[in-house]
């Protein structure tokens, strides 16, 4: 057998020293960044969503999860889950990669509904030197008790296709016509981006089927995280394509990640694109998943980018998962609105009025400012602008561009400006102007819906521990009502 590759961070949960966890859960526990209502690690890195579902009268949401310090190292399984998708219970570590075909992480992958078990498919990362790696699709299992098991029979598929390198990963599995198909993200030989595709009679026993032709003027050299799914009648396919080039108001991240809406053939290795576009608009969104509960399909993604350090690295966490949206179809569009779940979590009202002419600020102090939801309605007349984090030595802007119908988000004024290289402003045009805008405030991140999901920008903030104020200025008539947001997860 090869040598596996060996450095620190490959270690898992059960090597922690005495009193290193402990002591980690501590470090980070009170940073003032933490959120409240946003799905978070307690202390290490969380990344990627993961096997999301609805299943046996509770939603499940589990996450790549790094341990020992605000970095990416061995990933295991994390897992939440909730009644209401608001309030979120923690679960011991659903994944814990001790096997050999797992050696060097258990990876990305979603879940299936398979009788009166959830499977959970996910991606065994091996590791021989910096370079030289090889991928593994595993299996584990969860009954209707919550209990998970590794299948006896991993891995499910060994190794990679010829004429792809080590770079195969993220099973996404579903069912059709009495067959399973397994998409995985996957980088050619000759380094650029492809979505490989494996089937099944039982979702056990895999055979590799061939790559799938997606005719999209995107290559990248890795593409990663697919997604499928049907929406009234349109299919949809979700990836994140590393390595490709900024384009007007697209692609502006280091890692971005697109939608395409068109029509599925399976059987023929086709997708045949109509349209494609941006998923999200923000400066930390990657790696969604979605799946489907009570008629709708609900997403979750990543806030968060791949190898960038931020404020709260220093207390040894880093990222949160965004909030779960509902996928609404508009022609071939797909907005994305806050869950109506959340309203659960909404407090009390703490400020509301109308602004016109000169505008009116709207007073927060410095503890409500901190989670909260603005709801903003405008007659488009004119410009406008809204800031967020106000205080005496930085803030955060939302301006809106009449004649242009333009709407940019500006996290320059604020001193903690994470991913500078990349740009400290994110803007799209819109169809029709603006009409209104929905925020979503938890201390360190903004969650930006705007025309009902038209446009979203999801922007992680770290503002100073200083008096805030948000404020709101327009020449036309802007009606606005700010509520407080309840703690949904714990600390």
Request: proline share 4%; net charge negative.
């Amino acid at each position: 057998m090869t040598t596996r590759y060996f450095e620190p961070k490959y270690r898992t949960i059960l090597e922690a020293k005495e009193g290193e966890l402990e002591a980690l859960a501590n470090k980070s526990a009170y940073d003032l960044w933490k959120p409240v209502y946003h799905i978070h690690p307690q202390y290490g890195l969380l990344n990627d969503p993961n096997g999301l579902a609805w299943f046996k009268g509770r939603y499940h949401v589990f996450y790549q999860w790094y341990p020992y310090g605000a970095y990416h190292g061995m990933k295991h399984w994390a897992h939440v889950s909730s009644e209401n998708l608001a309030e979120f219970e923690r679960h011991p570590v659903a994944i814990t990669p001790v096997e050999d075909y797992e050696s060097h992480g258990a990876y990305s992958g979603a879940s299936l509904q398979v009788g009166d078990e959830l499977y959970l498919f996910y991606t065994g990362n091996v590791k021989y030197d910096k370079e030289a790696r090889d991928a593994h699709q595993c299996l584990a299992i969860m009954n209707e008790a919550g209990e998970i098991r590794k299948y006896e029979k991993n891995p499910l598929i060994e190794g990679v296709p010829e004429g792809y390198t080590g770079h195969v990963r993220d099973p996404k599995v579903f069912e059709q016509n009495g067959t399973y198909y397994m998409l995985l993200g996957a980088q050619r030989e000759n380094k650029t981006g492809a979505i490989i595709v494996y089937q099944s009679p039982d979702a056990l026993n895999w055979s590799f089927y061939g790559e799938l032709s997606v005719n999209i003027d995107l290559e990248g050299y890795m593409w990663e995280c697919p997604d499928y799914f049907e929406l009234e009648g349109k299919d949809y396919l979700i990836f994140s394509p590393q390595g490709i080039d900024p384009s007007g108001e697209n692609y502006h991240n280091v890692f971005n990640t697109v939608y395409a809406a068109g029509t599925l053939n399976i059987e023929k290795l086709q997708f045949e694109v109509e349209e494609y576009h941006e998923l999200d608009k923000g400066f930390d969104f990657y790696a969604p998943q979605s799946f489907e509960a009570d008629g709708k399909r609900l997403l979750y993604g990543w806030a968060g980018v791949g190898e960038v350090n931020f404020p709260t690295d220093e207390n040894a966490w880093a990222h949160c998962l965004t909030l779960p949206r509902e996928l609404v179809r508009k022609g071939n569009r797909l907005l994305q609105r806050p869950a109506d779940s959340l309203s659960l979590l909404q407090g009390e009202l703490l400020a509301e009025g109308s602004t016109q002419g000169a505008g009116q600020e709207a007073l927060l102090d410095n503890t409500t400012a901190k989670a909260f939801r603005a709801l903003i309605s405008t007659t488009s007349t004119s410009d406008m602008s809204v800031q967020l984090f106000e205080s005496e030595n930085e803030h955060f802007e939302i301006r809106y561009d009449h004649d242009a119908k333009k709407v940019t988000v500006d996290r320059s004024g604020m001193t903690h400006v994470v991913e500078a290289a990349f740009g400290t402003t994110r803007e799209v045009t819109l169809e029709n102007g603006l009409s209104e805008i929905e925020v979503l405030v938890d201390h360190s991140i903004a969650e930006i819906f705007v025309n009902g999901g038209e446009a979203v920008f999801t922007c992680r903030v770290f503002p100073l521990n200083e008096e805030k104020k948000v404020a709101i200025t327009s020449n036309s008539k802007t009606n606005y009502g700010i509520y407080s947001m309840k703690r949904g997860i714990s600390r």
